[in-house]
């Protein structure tokens, strides 16, 4: 499904654009981290700042439960202006409020052409996630364009992703960056070269069950790491001892079990539960003690799959394999990264994407060696899971 991209040649001079990003990126005392999802976003924002357009940005920041100044957009006015020379004109006004609204658009309406506009967190406002109609008639009435760009955010059904492009019909766009993600993914949908290999890791289990599905019928091997393992595990007669277990997944674990093209771990790292030391061991999966936990994938297992990855012609890799915050213990998803990075860009078509997955390709250095990083996380897999039939894909449908 292709979305209706933004024309080059529109004017736009004076115009008001909604321009939804995702810059939902981890946030420290000194600010948002700097990531892919703001640096990719610039060019385009800076482009239409400079053709006049009068720029309105909605992203989103976090699950906030109330106008939470921790997740308050402000937070990103000194990146922006440190790291990327832009200052917004920051609003903290809530769209759902009329007065609030009214203000807003007087504001809005007596800026300069070229001007770039913040606004709140959306999901400040309760409407955003429950997708109210009413909502998006509020956001609505502050453009005269809607535009995405926000890739990460497509596969939720919300008022400032899926509702309210509906209400601008033919002029609501998809952002370059939108059109490269879903050109790029389409790749893994659509006759991909074989044979196919994704690695799969991450903690929850029962979040990637559709998915997984997915995959087993689209490729050639499924490699399953991290604690999204440790199911498998169990339910192949292993004992994980003080690994962190997904119980709710089990019984489709055993279930899936049965997949030819499904590999695990035959060695992992483990350390004692309480270790103050760090110190890993390597052990197979039928030796792990009592009150020892799996920190990462064991040397035979990355051996193997190593040689499996460098057969392939095709790879999907999202989620570590290991325990990534630790740099003992997250040799494995370093190894990873650069094994298919260095059988991208040629042999075989290396594509990744994640939050979690993003950092370690970083720390490596091996960015510019996949053919693509995605800046999706569970939207990559649910454009996997849904054939690229995600509701913020389907509102932009040509």
């Keep these: 499904m292709t979305p209706r991209p933004f024309p080059k040649a529109k004017k736009i001079n004076g115009t008001r654009i909604l321009l939804r990003v995702d810059w939902n990126v981890p946030i420290s005392k000194r ?7 703001l640096e990719r976003t610039m060019p385009f924002l800076q482009e239409l700042s400079k053709r006049g357009a009068k720029i309105i940005l909605l992203t989103h920041l976090g699950r906030p439960k109330k106008r939470e100044a921790a997740l308050s957009t402000k937070r990103f006015l000194p990146l922006l202006k440190e790291r990327y020379e832009i200052e917004p004109i920051y609003h903290k006004e809530s769209v759902g ?3 609030d609204r009214a203000k807003l658009l007087k504001q809005i309406g007596a800026s300069e052409p070229g001007s770039i506009h913040l606004l709140e967190n959306v999901r400040f406002d309760v409407g955003e996630e429950k997708g109210t109609k009413v909502l998006a008639k509020a956001y609505a009435e502050l453009g005269d364009l809607y535009v995405n760009n926000a890739f990460a955010a497509c596969h939720r059904a919300h008022v400032s992703v899926a509702v309210l ?6 002029e609501a766009f998809a952002g370059p960056q939108l059109i490269e993600e879903v050109k790029e993914l389409s790749k893994l949908l659509d006759k991909p070269k074989r044979p196919f290999i994704a690695v799969i890791g991450g903690k929850k289990l029962s979040t990637k069950i559709p998915v997984l599905k997915k995959l087993f019928s689209l490729c050639d091997a499924v490699l399953i790491g991290g604690a999204m393992a440790s199911p498998f595990l169990e339910a192949a007669g292993y004992k994980v001892g003080a690994s962190y277990s997904d119980a709710s997944a089990k019984a489709d674990a055993k279930r899936l079990l049965k997949k030819r093209n499904l590999f695990l771990p035959g060695d992992v790292m483990v350390m004692k539960k309480g270790s103050r030391m760090h110190k890993l061991e390597a052990t197979s999966v039928g030796q792990i003690g009592s009150t020892q ?4 994938v064991g040397p035979a297992t990355l051996a193997a799959w190593g040689a499996l990855l460098g057969r392939a012609k095709t790879i999907l890799w999202n989620g570590p394999i290991g325990i990534t915050e630790q740099k003992a213990s997250g040799f494995g998803s370093r190894f990873i990264a650069r094994v298919i990075g260095a059988h991208a860009k040629g042999p075989a078509l290396g594509i990744a ?3 979690d997955t993003i950092p370690v390709i970083q720390d490596t250095q091996t960015l510019e060696w ?14 996997i899971e849904k054939d690229g039939k995600l509701p913020g894909l389907i509102a932009l449908k040509r």
Aim: glycine share 18%; no cysteine; net charge negative.
């Design 31 to 37: 600010g948002p981290e700097d990531s892919l999802k």
């Design 97 to 99: 409020s009329a007065r």
């Design 165 to 170: 492009p509906k209400l601008f019909q033919s």
């Design 293 to 296: 936990s799996i920190r990462d």
């Design 353 to 355: 994407g994640g939050g």
């Design 370 to 383: 996949f053919d693509f990083v995605s800046t999706g996380g569970g939207a990559i897999l649910e454009f």
